[in-house]
Protein backbone atom coordinates (compact mmCIF):
# COMPACT_ATOMS: atom_id res chain seq x y z
CA UNK A 1 0.00 0.00 0.00
CA UNK A 2 0.91 3.22 -1.03
CA UNK A 3 1.53 5.72 2.01
CA UNK A 4 2.99 8.56 -0.45
CA UNK A 5 0.78 9.18 -4.21
CA UNK A 6 1.01 11.41 -6.73
CA UNK A 7 -1.75 10.79 -8.59
CA UNK A 8 -0.61 12.55 -11.55
CA UNK A 9 1.56 10.82 -13.61
CA UNK A 10 2.37 13.87 -15.89
CA UNK A 11 1.77 17.60 -16.63
CA UNK A 12 2.03 20.15 -19.18
CA UNK A 13 2.26 24.08 -18.56
CA UNK A 14 3.10 26.83 -21.03
CA UNK A 15 6.13 28.50 -19.91
CA UNK A 16 5.42 31.59 -17.63
CA UNK A 17 2.86 29.69 -15.87
CA UNK A 18 1.81 28.39 -12.65
CA UNK A 19 2.99 24.53 -12.14
CA UNK A 20 0.72 22.98 -9.38
CA UNK A 21 1.91 18.88 -8.37
CA UNK A 22 0.16 17.35 -5.99
CA UNK A 23 0.72 14.88 -3.26
CA UNK A 24 -1.22 12.92 -0.71
CA UNK A 25 -0.16 10.68 2.29
CA UNK A 26 -1.95 8.52 4.17
CA UNK A 27 0.14 8.20 7.19
CA UNK A 28 -0.45 10.22 10.27
CA UNK A 29 3.22 9.74 11.67
CA UNK A 30 4.63 11.78 8.63
CA UNK A 31 6.09 14.87 10.19
CA UNK A 32 8.32 16.11 7.49
CA UNK A 33 7.64 16.51 3.71
CA UNK A 34 10.22 17.26 1.25
CA UNK A 35 10.05 17.52 -2.73
CA UNK A 36 13.06 16.03 -5.22
CA UNK A 37 13.60 16.81 -8.89
CA UNK A 38 14.92 14.30 -11.34
CA UNK A 39 16.76 14.94 -14.68
CA UNK A 40 17.32 12.19 -16.57
CA UNK A 41 20.31 10.65 -16.27
CA UNK A 42 20.92 11.82 -13.08
CA UNK A 43 19.83 11.42 -9.47
CA UNK A 44 17.06 13.27 -7.58
CA UNK A 45 18.19 16.37 -6.05
CA UNK A 46 16.81 17.70 -3.33
CA UNK A 47 14.31 20.90 -3.95
CA UNK A 48 12.19 22.32 -0.60
CA UNK A 49 11.09 21.04 2.33
CA UNK A 50 8.31 21.87 5.20
CA UNK A 51 7.96 20.94 8.23
CA UNK A 52 4.42 19.56 9.56
CA UNK A 53 3.78 22.59 12.02
CA UNK A 54 4.24 24.60 9.22
CA UNK A 55 1.24 25.19 6.25
CA UNK A 56 3.75 26.96 3.63
CA UNK A 57 7.24 27.36 2.77
CA UNK A 58 8.81 29.71 -0.26
CA UNK A 59 12.07 29.67 -1.69
CA UNK A 60 12.27 31.49 -4.83
CA UNK A 61 9.86 30.40 -7.46
CA UNK A 62 8.90 27.10 -5.73
CA UNK A 63 6.45 27.06 -2.89
CA UNK A 64 5.42 23.94 -0.69
CA UNK A 65 1.80 24.15 0.72
CA UNK A 66 1.04 21.41 3.70
CA UNK A 67 -3.15 20.75 4.67
CA UNK A 68 -2.52 18.61 7.31
CA UNK A 69 -6.10 17.62 8.02
CA UNK A 70 -6.63 16.99 4.06
CA UNK A 71 -3.12 14.96 4.42
CA UNK A 72 -2.35 16.93 1.08
CA UNK A 73 0.88 18.98 0.05
CA UNK A 74 1.25 20.82 -3.01
CA UNK A 75 4.49 22.66 -5.27
CA UNK A 76 3.57 25.26 -6.67
CA UNK A 77 6.06 26.69 -9.42
CA UNK A 78 6.02 30.29 -10.48
CA UNK A 79 6.57 31.30 -13.13
CA UNK A 80 7.54 27.94 -14.63
CA UNK A 81 10.25 27.69 -16.98
CA UNK A 82 11.83 25.39 -19.60
CA UNK A 83 14.43 24.16 -17.51
CA UNK A 84 12.08 23.12 -14.57
CA UNK A 85 11.04 20.27 -17.14
CA UNK A 86 12.06 17.37 -14.91
CA UNK A 87 10.10 14.52 -12.71
CA UNK A 88 9.46 15.87 -9.06
CA UNK A 89 9.03 13.34 -6.53
CA UNK A 90 7.50 14.05 -2.91
CA UNK A 91 8.49 12.31 -0.24
CA UNK A 92 7.77 12.21 3.68
CA UNK A 93 9.92 11.27 6.81
CA UNK A 94 8.37 10.33 10.50
CA UNK A 95 9.55 10.87 14.18
CA UNK A 96 11.85 13.11 13.32
CA UNK A 97 14.25 10.44 11.25
CA UNK A 98 15.60 10.43 7.89
CA UNK A 99 14.20 7.45 6.11
CA UNK A 100 11.96 8.93 3.33
CA UNK A 101 9.14 7.28 1.91
CA UNK A 102 8.36 8.72 -1.44
CA UNK A 103 6.35 9.07 -4.25
CA UNK A 104 5.43 7.71 -7.98
CA UNK A 105 6.58 11.26 -9.10
CA UNK A 106 5.37 13.72 -12.15
CA UNK A 107 6.84 14.18 -14.44
CA UNK A 108 6.55 17.95 -15.90
CA UNK A 109 7.28 19.64 -18.95
CA UNK A 110 7.34 23.65 -19.61
CA UNK A 111 6.86 24.13 -22.96
CA UNK A 112 8.60 27.75 -24.20
CA UNK B 1 32.80 17.12 -8.95
CA UNK B 2 30.57 14.04 -8.69
CA UNK B 3 29.64 13.45 -5.24
CA UNK B 4 27.86 10.29 -5.15
CA UNK B 5 29.26 8.31 -8.04
CA UNK B 6 27.54 4.76 -9.35
CA UNK B 7 29.08 2.21 -11.10
CA UNK B 8 27.94 0.68 -13.32
CA UNK B 9 25.27 2.77 -14.76
CA UNK B 10 23.78 -0.52 -17.03
CA UNK B 11 24.37 -4.28 -15.55
CA UNK B 12 22.98 -7.26 -17.00
CA UNK B 13 22.84 -10.32 -15.34
CA UNK B 14 21.77 -14.20 -15.74
CA UNK B 15 18.92 -15.17 -13.56
CA UNK B 16 20.29 -16.53 -10.41
CA UNK B 17 23.46 -15.06 -11.13
CA UNK B 18 25.07 -13.18 -7.97
CA UNK B 19 25.30 -9.31 -8.94
CA UNK B 20 27.43 -6.50 -7.10
CA UNK B 21 26.52 -2.84 -7.96
CA UNK B 22 28.82 -0.65 -6.22
CA UNK B 23 28.51 3.31 -4.84
CA UNK B 24 31.22 5.40 -3.42
CA UNK B 25 31.25 8.99 -2.21
CA UNK B 26 33.38 12.20 -1.70
CA UNK B 27 30.90 14.14 0.86
CA UNK B 28 32.51 12.11 3.74
CA UNK B 29 28.89 11.12 4.72
CA UNK B 30 27.70 9.09 8.21
CA UNK B 31 25.00 7.51 6.33
CA UNK B 32 24.41 5.72 3.41
CA UNK B 33 21.29 3.96 2.02
CA UNK B 34 20.28 2.38 -1.27
CA UNK B 35 16.99 2.59 -2.91
CA UNK B 36 15.17 0.53 -4.92
CA UNK B 37 12.88 1.62 -7.79
CA UNK B 38 10.80 0.12 -10.67
CA UNK B 39 9.37 1.42 -14.05
CA UNK B 40 7.26 4.06 -13.39
CA UNK B 41 7.34 3.73 -9.55
CA UNK B 42 8.47 5.72 -6.04
CA UNK B 43 12.10 4.79 -4.81
CA UNK B 44 11.76 2.17 -2.24
CA UNK B 45 14.16 2.17 0.62
CA UNK B 46 15.87 -1.23 1.34
CA UNK B 47 18.74 -0.31 3.64
CA UNK B 48 20.55 2.35 5.07
CA UNK B 49 23.97 2.14 6.51
CA UNK B 50 24.89 4.37 9.84
CA UNK B 51 28.68 4.28 9.68
CA UNK B 52 29.43 0.59 10.05
CA UNK B 53 26.00 0.06 11.81
CA UNK B 54 23.29 -1.50 8.99
CA UNK B 55 19.83 -1.27 8.91
CA UNK B 56 17.43 -3.03 6.91
CA UNK B 57 13.83 -2.08 6.00
CA UNK B 58 11.64 -5.04 7.59
CA UNK B 59 10.07 -6.06 4.04
CA UNK B 60 13.40 -5.99 1.99
CA UNK B 61 14.29 -9.86 0.66
CA UNK B 62 17.19 -11.20 2.26
CA UNK B 63 18.12 -11.61 -1.38
CA UNK B 64 19.66 -8.35 -0.62
CA UNK B 65 22.36 -8.06 1.10
CA UNK B 66 25.05 -4.52 1.40
CA UNK B 67 28.56 -4.21 1.87
CA UNK B 68 30.46 -0.97 3.82
CA UNK B 69 33.86 -1.37 3.75
CA UNK B 70 34.46 2.18 4.38
CA UNK B 71 33.13 5.74 4.92
CA UNK B 72 33.36 6.15 0.84
CA UNK B 73 32.27 2.39 -0.92
CA UNK B 74 28.81 0.50 -0.38
CA UNK B 75 27.92 -2.37 -2.09
CA UNK B 76 24.46 -3.62 -2.94
CA UNK B 77 24.61 -7.47 -3.29
CA UNK B 78 22.10 -9.53 -4.71
CA UNK B 79 22.78 -13.13 -4.56
CA UNK B 80 20.34 -15.01 -6.84
CA UNK B 81 18.35 -12.55 -8.80
CA UNK B 82 15.28 -13.03 -10.15
CA UNK B 83 13.16 -11.15 -12.86
CA UNK B 84 11.14 -8.69 -11.11
CA UNK B 85 14.47 -7.56 -9.09
CA UNK B 86 14.90 -5.65 -12.55
CA UNK B 87 14.64 -2.09 -11.77
CA UNK B 88 17.26 1.28 -11.35
CA UNK B 89 18.94 0.86 -7.93
CA UNK B 90 19.40 4.76 -6.15
CA UNK B 91 22.61 5.16 -3.77
CA UNK B 92 22.24 8.13 -1.86
CA UNK B 93 24.07 9.79 1.50
CA UNK B 94 23.30 12.14 4.10
CA UNK B 95 25.55 13.86 7.16
CA UNK B 96 23.56 12.44 9.89
CA UNK B 97 20.16 10.61 10.11
CA UNK B 98 18.49 14.19 11.18
CA UNK B 99 15.06 14.80 9.32
CA UNK B 100 16.83 18.17 7.85
CA UNK B 101 19.74 16.88 6.94
CA UNK B 102 19.68 16.39 3.31
CA UNK B 103 19.61 13.24 1.29
CA UNK B 104 22.63 13.24 -2.47
CA UNK B 105 21.59 11.10 -4.70
CA UNK B 106 24.12 9.11 -7.04
CA UNK B 107 22.43 8.83 -10.84
CA UNK B 108 21.84 4.93 -10.14
CA UNK B 109 22.09 1.50 -11.66
CA UNK B 110 20.06 0.12 -14.38
CA UNK B 111 19.70 -3.49 -13.69
CA UNK B 112 18.48 -6.07 -16.36
CA UNK B 113 17.65 -9.44 -15.50
CA UNK B 114 17.81 -12.35 -18.37
Known amino acids: DQQVKQNSPSLSVQEGRISILNCDYTNSMFDYFLWYKKYPAEGPTFLIS?????DKNEDGRFTVFLNKSAKHLSLHIVPSQPGDSAVYFC???????????FGGGTRLMVKP | DAMVIQNPRYQVTQFGKPVTLSCSQTLNHNVMYWYQQKSSQAPKLLFH???????NEADTPDNFQSRRPNTSFCFLDIRSPGLGDAAMYLCATSRDLGREETQYFGPGTRLLVL
Open chain 2, 49 to 55: YYDKDFN
Open chain 1, 50 to 54: ISSIK
Open chain 1, 91 to 101: AASANAGNMLT
